[in-house]
């Protein structure tokens, strides 16, 4: 199984991370093999998220790229910022609207109680 989450910043404990990609892997069974990833970084320091973040997902390689069936979810924790990066597959599923009012009713109330593995496993 290949791991899925990106704790830059040390913010989770391993069985946060364990949870986390157990539940990415049953994601990606349901979902016809979509690879979801999170990452949680410091700061984008200074640089647009939507870019930082899109070039994240091409490092990580999230998805088969024929499919462009990749997702990246990317927590900004001093930036007290989160986004979703859509594959080319799923951009009309998730536009940048969506995305973000998905985050701020899943995500963002856990971010407000400082219970950061809750607001991953809810995004």
Do not use: C, W
């Amino acid at each position: 199984m290949r791991n899925l989450v990106f704790d830059n910043i040390g913010i989770l404990s391993a069985l946060d991370i364990s949870k986390i990609n157990d539940v990415i892997q049953a994601l990606r069974r349901d979902i016809q093999g979509a690879e979801i990833g999170v990452e949680i970084i410091s700061s984008n320091n200074g640089a647009d998220p939507h870019t930082a973040g899109v070039n994240d997902f091409n490092r990580i390689g999230l998805g088969r790229s024929e499919l462009n069936n990749g997702v990246l979810i990317v927590f900004a924790m001093n930036d007290r910022h989160v986004e979703l990066i859509p594959g080319k597959r799923y951009n009309s599923l998730f536009d940048k609207e969506y995305s973000a009012s998905l985050l701020r009713a899943s995500a963002v109330p856990f971010l407000k109680q400082g219970k950061p593995a809750e607001a991953v496993l809810a995004a």
